[in-house]
């Protein structure tokens, strides 16, 4: 049989059906860490079905929706997606605007759930019916065959959870109440449905044997979507303090640091094929002239610049919640903005040639063939 490589985060997350599929019918599901006590249904669960990428119109396309099976009743779990830390995946803005970020995703499959209870004997669309918080619309599905099916499927459940699976380390609690844009997205009744969200990480899944990052499904995608520090727990990027940069000019960078900057301009178009490998697409990256500024239609997906004052050279690159961050130092690892923008990138600081070295290896590390 030829062999089937998965990639990206849908890869990650088909990966772990895979490889927990001779596991406990629960195994995933103890692994989630809950805001309150963990459900009493999930030491009962004698069988799960996976609904991975379904389709639930204006509500989003959950990573997976996981339906579990007591002898006596039905539970949905939504969850979504991030390669990358919790902190890094939401957005700070209380608006249903930037909607691929993880707390309006989360919330968003709340709302489904809601509207899901509205009407049940409408099969021909799931529809809010009334205004949700934030000033967003109401939103709907109204796909025939997908409301039947979710009629069906989804609804009449003794219960429904909301899970985020992010690339953290080890926390001691979910990071549900260190976010405050998620109750404002919910509204009023967050604080009686916050029990019901979940918090489930890649690493709790190596550690509890769910998953192997050496060896199944799981391996190639980890390898090429979680770094060293994602999995491992060793990377904390600054994110409390978001940092403006503004650069200067190449005829005040002084030899030294041009030379920095040339080695990086070696690596920034492979990053962003990455980038876009991750995306699976393929787009032509246009170096604009005059600048160290890269850019790929209309985005600048990376940009380096020198920063006089602290007498270094930083290479931004564009901040996805979708996208993996590369290892380096953390104490030269920070979330930026760029010239008074609102798009932030995750900057990585070169004080030398020896960062530059050091940056290479661990990425031909992380992208090397397996031996």
Partial sequence: MDNVYLYGE????????????????????????????????????????YLVEFSLGEFGSPDLI????????????????????????????????????????????????EALKCNPKDYL??????????GDKMRKLNKGRLVTYCRETLANAAGYYFVALTGDKYLDRPPFDDDPVLPELIGETWYKERLNFGFLTYRALIAAGVVDENEGAFALPSKLMLTEGDVNGESDIAYSKVRNLRGFNTDEWGERYLKVAEALCEIVPSLITVLDDCANVVREVEQLQGSYSYRVG?????????LQR?????????????????DYDDEKKFICTIQNGKTEYVAYRFDNMDDVQRFTEKLEATFAPEE
Avoid: H
């Avoid at 849908?10 to 459900?39: H, T």
């Avoid at 669309?125 to 934030?134: F, L, N």
């Avoid at 602290?310 to 590369?326: F, G, R, S, T």
């Fill in 125 to 134: 669309r799931v529809v809010e019916v009334k205004i949700p918080p934030c």
């Fill in 66 to 113: 996981i339906i579990a099976y007591t002898d006596d009743a039905k539970y949905v779990i939504f969850t979504e997606a991030k390669v990358v830390e919790y902190k890094n995946a939401v957005t700070t803005k209380e608006s249903y605007a930037d909607a691929s970020c993880l707390n309006v995703q989360l919330a968003l499959k709340w709302r489904f759930k």
């Fill in 10 to 49: 849908r890869g990650l997350v088909n990966a772990i059906l895979l490889d927990s599929a001779d596991k406990a019918p629960n195994a995933i599901l103890k692994q989630i860490r809950w805001v309150g006590d963990a459900p009493e249904f999930i030491d009962k669960v004698v069988k799960c079905d």
């Fill in 298 to 306: 209309n985005v600048t997906y990376a940009k380096i610049m020198f």
């Fill in 310 to 326: 602290e007498q270094a050279v930083v290479m931004a690159i564009l901040k996805d919640a979708n996208l993996p961050q590369y």
